[in-house]
């Protein structure tokens, strides 16, 4: 079972949550690698992990594959790497969850071409990605979707769009993907806003930590490994800790030239190549 803790190691047992391992229950920490959106990006990924600090287990958020040159080598990391997924339209779209009437036509395009790359047991795996809302075993505050908890496929981009999931949510945080933008929004009592980390370079790897406060509801993005749109061409990422209750964000300069050549090398729009040096 891949959505299972099978095979975490639980020996960082610590306090503050509960995990049941090998059926028992102890109090421990977990240090979650967030990734979501990698979109085929193989060389995003691949700096991700390079650039990732140590992590007890990683959640992905869904769009494994769409866009990017390389759905089936992303694929195969991604299971090698990941124990928690929910699935994205793409990944939908790729299998034929999701008719393409709602894709802009660039979209459409890398989903047909996602779809005719596959191998069968790749589209068996990812016809078979949950839907979330998605719990975490043990973590009765954390809940991981794609788009926003009560749709899936709902861009979650203001805290207009925020406010309704946040006033509504029993969870206080959730982990959503989609939009590409990394950060968040809160809310707390009478207070609801937007965030986002602010990095001091352009180009190199950063990390910026975000204090969680009590009493305090989240809906936090790791940003998109694969595809960034909030104008940093960098591979975005995020660390939980739990402990400290910190969400570490991301930043990793990538081999760009070398994603954008398998783009154009697959004769997919080369939009979609040039897209990723703008972070656009
Ligand atoms: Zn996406």
Known sequence: ?????????ATSVCSRFALVYNRHFVWCTLRILLLSDIHANLEALEACMAAAPPYDFVANLGDVVGYGGSP?????????LGQVFVRGNH??????????????????IAAIWTRDQLTPEHHEWLHALPQGPLSLEGFPHVQLVHGSPGDE????????DALVP???LTTP???FGHTHLQGGFFA????????????????????VPFQLKQNTRYMINPGSVGQPRDGDWRAAFALFDTDAQVVHFHRAPYNLKAAQDRILAANLPARLATRLAAGR
């Open 1 to 9: 079972m891949r959505n299972s803790y099978g095979g975490i190691n």
């Open 72 to 80: 089936n080598e992303v694929i195969e990391r991604s299971r090698d």
């Open 91 to 108: 990944d939908k779209a790729a299998t034929g969850l999701l008719e393409l009437d709602d894709f802009n036509p660039l979209a459409a």
């Open 153 to 160: 496929d709902a861009y979650i981009v203001s805290i207009g």
């Open 166 to 168: 946040l006033l509504a």
């Open 173 to 175: 945080l959730t982990f």
């Open 188 to 207: 707390n009592g009478s207070v609801a806003d937007g965030f986002r980390p602010e990095y001091r370079t352009v180009g190199q790897a950063e990390s």
